[in-house]
């Protein structure tokens, strides 16, 4: 899977024009179909999404190329999974944070749960994104628990990307920085990202 940005008819240009690197071999990505379509629940409502795939002309995998506003195998807006984030970093617990965004309350606590246990390597991970944009970046101070320290490492590399790169919403860069993978299932999701 490789993250790409929102616009389709930008993606679809790389993609044939030969500018999207593999994220297995750093070979060429051509086209090669599409993946299957699922609905995005988002913020302004539902929407289909069907992502577009992509074969490396070198070691011949494919990968989905999944738009920075989704996590993988989420089915809901990155967006919306910040908001519940941040809002439970703010105090709120994950059934007012459900009620408010529409959310199944199971799903909320998911989220909070898997995020509350990859705090430490999401902290870390972000920490190593924000310096590797802004090598002059200075001590990032604690933001009062792992949890907390986490998201501040989020919106550390957030503006670092900004201040090289120009606006983005702060979800979208890190849907980007973790290769969609930032609530991954597996055991050391953020491992293989670079």
């Known amino acids: 899977m490789l993250i790409v940005g929102t616009e389709l008819v930008v993606v679809e240009a ?3 024009g030969g500018l999207l690197g593999c994220p297995s071999c750093r070979g060429v990505l051509g086209p090669w179909g599409r993946a299957r379509e699922r609905v995005l629940r988002c913020r302004s409502g539902s929407r289909l999404l069907r992502p577009r795939r992509a074969r490396c002309r070198g070691c011949l995998g494919t990968h989905v190329l999944l738009p920075q506003l989704a996590f993988s195998r989420r089915q809901d807006e990155v967006l919306v999974i910040g908001e519940a984030i941040e809002a439970n970093v ?8 459900a009620a408010r965004l529409g959310a199944c309350p199971e799903t909320v606590r998911g989220w909070l749960r898997r995020f509350a246990e990859r705090a430490e390597e999401i902290r870390a ?3 190593r994104c924000a310096v590797a ?15 907390a320290d986490a998201l501040e490492a989020i919106a550390i590399a957030a503006r670092a990307w900004v201040l090289r790169f120009g606006p983005a919403g702060p979800w979208e860069i890190a849907s980007r920085f973790s290769g969609g993978r930032l609530l991954g299932n597996t055991n050391r999701p953020l491992e293989s990202v670079r």
Do not use: N, Q, S, Y
Not at 90 to 97: D, L, T
């Open 14 to 16: 790389e993609l044939v």
């Open 125 to 127: 991970h972000f920490t």
């Open 90 to 97: 703010a105090g709120e617990g994950f059934r007012p944070i």
């Open 133 to 147: 944009l802004d090598p002059e970046l200075g001590p990032v101070m604690p933001a009062g628990g792992g949890v």
